[in-house]
């Protein structure tokens, strides 16, 4: 059973940043600059001339708490360990520094993701221009089929955790919020596919990466299709009747 205190995993590559890192919870609140504030925080910190990102993930509810402490690893570290192994498979996201991860009275309080900083744009941009960036849509879907075939499977396909910018040979893209994701050595059509429902509520788009992701994969346009938006209305239905309860 846990005590009061601190566990910390750092990137090896990253154990110069051991003493910021370990002074993070005390600090978190009172420097760094707020830049994301909702359901989760998000502050910037400059570091030896670098630009850090930390998240600190929401305080868990007790049962949660629970949890993290017996069963599974919490948010936090799930992210550092997913980023870890994204690296090692070459799939592009930024690099996990370190994770940490409180504890009171025994149990599991509040978790802390530390990375490096990817100042790119997210892919939103499709939502608002959806019959345009035809080089957008490709490298999504390039990058989603590469993600698939590798065995990673986003837990949360949304525009948003897609991030992107220029090079001389088309878009990189980088992935963002993977704590909920899994690995799964050989997904099945109907898994890669039903991911995907999430990127997006416009159908426009969202018909136009599925369309040339199947395209990539050898499947049929149709079917990938239907498969998508099925998930897509069956979930948007559910969501619906849960909030007229």
Known sequence: MRLNGTQVIINPVYSHLSDFVHSLPAIYDKEGELV???????????????????????????HQRFDYTVFRPSKAKRAY???????????????????????RKGLFYQGYL??????DPD???????????????????????????????????????????KETSGYHITTIDINRSHFSPNPSKKECLESLFRLTHVR??????????????????????????????????????????
């Open 36 to 62: 994301y504030d909702e359901r989760n925080q998000i502050r910037f910190f400059t570091v030896e001339g670098r630009t850090i990102v930390v998240k600190r993930f929401k305080k868990p509810m007790l």
């Open 81 to 103: 360990l997913y980023g870890m192994k994204l690296v090692e498979l070459g799939i592009s996201t930024p690099t996990p520094i370190a994770c940490i991860e409180t504890s």
């Open 114 to 119: 530390v990375t490096e900083f990817c100042g």
């Open 123 to 165: 892919a939103r941009i499709l939502r608002e221009e959806p019959e345009k960036h035809d080089d957008l849509v490709e490298a999504i879907a390039q990058f989603l089929v590469d993600c698939h075939e590798k065995g990673f499977i986003h837990g949360d396909t949304n525009l948003s955790n897609f991030l992107y910018h």
């Open 204 to 245: 426009p788009i969202l018909k136009r990466i599925v369309t040339r992701y199947a395209t990539l994969r050898g499947w049929d346009e149709q079917t990938a299709v239907t498969i998508v938006m099925d998930k897509l209305e069956h979930f948007e239905k559910r969501k619906k009747m849960l909030k007229l309860r």
